[in-house]
Antibody, heavy 117, light 110 residues
């Protein structure tokens, strides 16, 4: 079955960088668009970014545009989120999700990123 | 990219029906049939309950249904059960090729 496993979270100082990974299995990874969604502690869901199945198109939320980069390696069945210039307000659980016809159909369990000095 | 508007909380007794609204604009909810609903229990990842405004993914109870009128989408849960108590979020594709979520609704089963 579809499995999405995020990793790479942790505690990082403001202004530093972090790269998240999402290992996918149980489906043909190269056939699906993938999203990142985040959830600050005690808050609601916030969409972060999407990458097309072939990596040809990428779109971002205004809150992360210019600081975060979504990418994928279809040969490794892995999705990435490079996060630069991190701020306290980026503290959240980050989920990777698989797109099915513009719906976020499958979700990983998430990885926690804490931005703090 | 303003968040879609949902009521902060709703409640109902077992067996009753409740409806959660999700209001956006013509650039998101009103412009596309790509509205989805997610259920999230505490400490768990969200789960897709309704896709494309009205479709139920395989395995989702038929007590859950979705609809849309203009810029407002709705999720109805009939025959409320204790296990339905959770947070619910709507989401929509937007004209900017991005996605937007609602602020979330906490459902309490009395």
């Amino acid at each position: 079955q579809v499995q999405l496993v995020e990793s790479g979270g942790g505690v990082v100082q403001p202004g530093r960088s972090l790269r998240l990974s999402c290992a996918a299995s149980g489906f043909t990874f190269s056939s699906y668009g993938m999203h990142w969604v985040r959830q600050a502690p005690g808050k609601g869901l916030e969409w972060v970014a999407i990458i097309w199945y072939d990596g040809s198109k990428k779109y971002y939320a205004d809150s992360v545009k210019g600081r975060f980069t979504i990418s994928r390696d279809n040969s490794k069945n892995t999705l990435y989120l490079q996060m630069n210039s991190l701020r306290a307000e980026d503290t959240a659980v980050y989920y990777c999700t698989r797109d099915v016809n513009w719906n976020l159909a499958y979700w990983g369990q998430g990885t926690l990123v804490t931005v703090s000095s | 990219q303003s968040a879609l508007t949902q009521p902060a909380s709703v409640s109902g007794s077992p067996g009753q029906s409740i409806t959660i609204s999700c209001t956006g604009t013509s650039s998101d909810v009103g412009g596309y049939n790509y509205v989805s609903w997610y259920q999230q229990h505490p400490g768990k990842a969200p789960k897709l309950m309704i896709s494309d405004v009205t479709n139920r993914p395989s395995g989702v109870s038929n007590r859950f249904s979705g609809s849309k009128s203009g810029n407002t989408a709705s999720l109805t849960i009939s025959g409320l059960q204790a296990e339905d108590e959770a947070d619910y979020y709507c989401s929509s594709y937007t004209s900017s090729s991005t996605w937007v979520f609602g602020g979330g609704t906490k459902l309490t089963v009395l």
